[in-house]
Every structure is written in structure tokens, then in C-alpha cells.
């Protein structure tokens, strides 16, 4: 018996473009149940990094050049094929590399190998939605003498920040920025750098504050004013956004805030034309506002979600959505006197007219830090087999 553990070094969060290290041993154990251990051996064992697409058949139609083809080699257990018995199709994946051949471990022995590949530019972000799903997985198969492959996986996640792929780094080390606080042999790595350089992309665009203000109206007047501060988030931030009535003639009952995707089927690849989008809701905010002067809400952007993105067959897009109740009357306040020395209680109305109407804002949501991410992510960063 052969146990054998992949670790992801850095967390189970990546940008594409990073480079990702995994380590990953294998020990031959000896338990207080073995009364006979011996050695041990593994013909091979080799590790891949891929992505799995996904579709739902009711909402996706894939054109048939795309749709998933039977794989003879998938059906043999004597070749690596890192998607076996997965659903959906393998759209990207990076060259095998073989860890070793011929391996031999004596009773409590154990051997550790180091990982070391680039997750694609080119390939989407993690996503899993109601119509596509893109899973990245980093597979590590192994292979005793006349037995079939065994195959150990650990799942990961993937941002793409857009931009990042234009950037040239500079080919001399030397003038890149250092830290005078770390040793020359901790000094920064590209990897580090490209970690670096997207953080501050991704700051640089979702620092700037513009005041955003929307008049709220309907058919019979003003209901008020709305302010926002900014159109562009990152994942993990609150959006803060404030409401002002005291301007309106149309008195507002109640208000509700929603923090929405739309998952968009690109048309070529839609099951019905004009089918509708796939709706998701991740924050909602509500609040009842009779005679409130102002008020505010603040949403949080899930370090779970994903963030916008396009790909060839969907489209992942961000709003907010407003929900309005208003009276069709005037509602009066309750009139207090000044010289009012008992106490009295106000008694809302049991019946108004009332009208109800909705707004849609769009908002664009980015990646965030990877390392941030991982801390708060629930996919592990280690798997393990016993072969």
C-alpha cells in the first residue's frame, strides 16, 4: 500500500499567467496492523493541469464540432487521461510531466516531488452557474506494474485579470523593485511580481471614486434621489449606496436592493432564441421608509463569487436591482404639539394604494488578491490516495 498527498503550496487560488507549485509525496506507511510490510513499487506517475466545460442541455447547445466525443483512450486504464469519468469536455489542459520512473519505497519510506507548471493565459475563470460550468483541476495519476491508473485530483480556482497578459516584464532582474527587508535569496520572484502587479491593477480601477446620482421617479412624480460612489468593485468589497426622499412628492413605502448576476448564453449558442437570462442573487437589502428622510444600504460582493467575465459561449454580468413600493396619495406624518405631554401613539394606515416599480443598474465586479481569496475558500488545498 502506497499513500500518496498533493499539496497546493500557495492556496487552492490562482491568476492565470501564475505559476503553480504543488508537492506532492509518496510513502510507503507502516501501520501496527502490518504484520509483514515490505517494499513497495510504482511503475510511474505523472501530473497535468486541465480544465472541464460543462453545459446544462436545456439551456445550452453546443454546435457539434464542440459537443463531447467518445474517447477511446479515455475507456483505457493503462493511459493517462486526466478527465476520465468526469462529465463535460476538456477545453484546456498543459502538457504532462512526469514525476518519476521506477519507484521503489521500503517500509516507512517516503519520497516527495515538486510540481511546477503556469496556468494557462488563454483559459476562463472558475465558474459555476446555472448554465456553464468551468472547473480547473490539477490531476496527479499513478501506475503500479499491470494495474490500471489511479488518479488523484485537486481542484483549484482561477481568476483572469484582462490586461494582465499584455504586460512585459523586464528581462533583467536587476531593475525590478526589491525589498531591502528580505534576504537576496528571498528576493521577488516573477510570480510574486505578477501577484503584485495585478493587485495593483485591480486597485488602481476600483479606487477611483466618481459620485453617481440617479433620480428616482414614476409615472406620477418624484420619489427621490439615489447616490452612489463608485461603478467598479472587487470581490469582498461592500457596495455602499445612499437614498434621499426628502426632495420627492411621491411618498416611498418600502425599498429593496438586490446584488444580482446575469448569466448571458452568447446567441449561437442558445437552446430556445430569446431565452431568458439565468438570474442569481447574492445580497439583498430591505427596508421599510415611510416618512424616512434618508438612508443607506451596504451590500457585500461574496469572496466565493466570480467575477464579470466573456467567454466564446457566456457572458457573466453584474447589477443592482431595485424594487420600489410608493403611495399613490399623500401620506400624512404624525403631527406631534409642542406642548405635548403624554404620550401618544401613531397609528399607520390600514389601507394605501400603493404602485410598485423596478430599476436595473449595472455594475462591473473584478478579481480580488488570490492569496486574499484563498484564505476564505472552501475548496482544500491537498488531496490524498492509497494505491
Partial sequence: MIEVVAKLLRGPVFLTGEELECVIAFTNPVTARS??????????????????????????????SEETKYDVQAENETVFVPNRGERGKCILATPPKILFCDLRLEPGESK????????PLDGPPSFRGLSVKYA????????????????LRVPFRVFVVYG??????????????????LDEDESITKDTRL??????????????RSLHLYNISNVRGKVGKFCI??????IGEDILGTFDFSEGNIPCLQFSVSLQTEEHIQEDYQRKPGQPVSLSTHARHQESCLHTAKTHFSLPVPLSATPSFMT???SLKWRLHFEFVTAREPVEPPTVLENQSEIITWTGAGKIDVDTFSWDLPIKVLPTNPVLASYVSQLTSFNSITI
Fill in 229 to 234: 460612489f463608485k461603478a467598479i468593485y472587487k
Fill in 136 to 151: 480547473y483541476k490539477l490531476t496527479v495519476g499513478c501506475q503500479r506494474v499491470n494495474s490500471p491508473i489511479k488518479l
Fill in 35 to 64: 504484520t509483514s510490510a515490505g517494499s513497495e513499487m510504482l511503475a510511474w506517475a505523472s501530473a497535468q493541469i486541465h480544465c472541464q466545460f460543462h453545459t446544462s442541455e436545456s439551456r445550452v447547445s453546443l454546435p457539434p
Fill in 195 to 208: 501577484v503584485d502587479l495585478a493587485t495593483e491593477m485591480l486597485m488602481s480601477s476600483t479606487s477611483r
Fill in 112 to 119: 516527495s516531488y515538486s510540481y511546477c507548471e503556469t496556468v
Fill in 164 to 181: 494582465l497578459e499584455n504586460y512585459q516584464f523586464p528581462p533583467d532582474d536587476a531593475v525590478a523593485p526589491t525589498n531591502p527587508f
Fill in 312 to 314: 466564446t459561449v457566456v
